[in-house]
C-alpha cells in the first residue's frame, strides 16, 4: 500500500463522513459547514487524481461561491419556527429504499468492471495544458456555458426581485 | 501508484446515494437543493477518476461544465426558493407548491 492509497483512503473517509453529517443535520447552517469540509475533502481528491485546476475550482466555486450563497439564503429566511418532524416517516422510507436500491444496483455494476481493476498510475494535467485542450477542443462548449451563466443572472434577478404586490404575511396584518 | 478505478467508482457511488437521500428525504427546499449539489459532486468524482483511467483531458473539461451547471442551478434555485418564501412564508415544498397554485405565476 503506497502512501498516495493511504491518502486516497483517507481523504475518502473523510469527505463520506462529512457528507452524511451535512446530510443529517438539522441546522442548516451546521450542514453547508459541513459540506464545505467535504468539498475541501474533494479539493484535495481532484489534486491527488492530477487535476490541480480542478481542485482549485472547488475551492473557489464549490465552497466559496455556492456555500456562501447557501449561507446568504439562511440567513435571509428566518425560520419562525422550529421544524417539527425533519424527516417524517412515509418519506424517509421510500427515500432509504430508492437510495439503498441506486447503491446495490450501482455496486454490482462497478463490481463487474473488470477494466477497473488495476491500480491507477498517479498522473498530472497542468493547468496549462488543460486551458489550451479545453479552448481548442471544447470553445463552443465554453461559449454556451458563459450564455447559461448570463441566462442565469436574468431569471436570478427576475426571480429575487421585490414584488410589488403585498405578501401573505402582510395581507394577514391588514385590518 | 494509487488505488484502482473502481474504488473511486464507489466512493462516488456512497456520495451520490447520500446526495439522493438528502433530497428525497428533506422537508426543506434549501436541502434539497444541497443535496442536487452533492450528487453533482459526486458526478465530478468519477469523472475525474474516469480522466485519470484513460488519461483524457475529456473528463476534466466536463467537471468544468458541471460546475458552471451547479453555480447556475444554484443561483436561480435559490432566487425561486426566495420568491417562494416571499410568498409562501415557509421553505417547506408543499406549501410551497401550493402557494404558487394560489397565486398563480406572476
Known amino acids: 500500500m503506497s502512501i498516495l492509497s493511504i491518502l486516497f483512503y483517507a481523504i475518502a473517509v473523510l469527505i463520506t463522513a462529512s457528507t452524511a453529517m451535512a446530510v443529517t443535520r438539522r441546522n442548516m447552517v451546521h450542514a ?8 475541501f475533502g474533494t479539493a484535495m481528491l481532484f489534486y491527488l487524481l492530477g487535476a490541480p485546476f480542478l481542485a482549485a475550482l472547488e475551492i473557489i466555486i464549490y465552497a466559496g461561491a455556492i456555500m456562501v450563497l447557501f449561507l446568504f439564503l439562511i ?10 418532524e425533519e424527516f417524517s416517516l412515509n418519506q424517509l422510507l421510500p427515500a432509504l429504499l430508492i437510495s439503498a436500491g441506486f447503491m446495490v444496483g450501482s455496486m454490482v455494476l462497478v463490481g463487474g468492471n473488470a477494466m477497473g481493476r488495476k491500480a491507477l498510475q498517479a498522473a498530472q494535467a497542468s493547468p496549462e495544458t488543460f486551458g489550451i485542450y479545453l479552448f481548442q477542443t471544447h470553445w463552443i462548449t465554453v461559449e454556451i456555458a458563459s450564455l447559461l451563466l448570463l441566462v442565469a443572472l436574468v431569471g436570478a434577478y427576475l ?8 405578501s401573505i404575511q402582510e395581507r394577514e396584518d391588514m385590518p | 501508484v494509487i488505488v484502482p478505478l473502481n474504488h473511486i467508482l464507489v466512493l462516488s457511488t456512497l456520495l451520490f446515494a447520500l446526495g439522493m437521500f438528502c433530497a428525497l428525504a428533506r422537508r426543506n427546499l434549501i436541502m434539497i437543493l444541497l443535496g442536487i449539489e452533492i450528487m453533482l459532486n459526486a458526478a465530478g468524482v468519477a469523472f475525474v477518476g474516469a480522466a485519470l483511467q484513460w488519461r483524457q483531458m475529456e473528463g476534466q473539461a466536463i467537471v ?11 443561483s436561480v434555485g435559490l432566487a425561486a426558493i426566495l420568491a417562494i418564501y416571499r410568498r409562501s412564508g415557509s421553505t417547506d415544498p408543499e406549501s410551497g407548491a401550493a402557494a404558487l397554485q394560489e397565486g398563480g405565476p406572476r
Open chain 1, 32 to 39: 453547508v459547514l459541513y459540506l464545505v469540509l467535504s468539498f
Open chain 1, 75 to 84: 440567513m435571509m429566511i428566518r425560520m419562525n419556527k422550529p421544524p417539527g
Open chain 1, 159 to 166: 426571480l429575487g426581485r421585490k414584488v410589488r404586490r403585498p
Open chain 2, 64 to 74: 468544468i461544465f458541471v460546475l458552471a451547471i451547479a453555480a447556475t442551478e444554484v
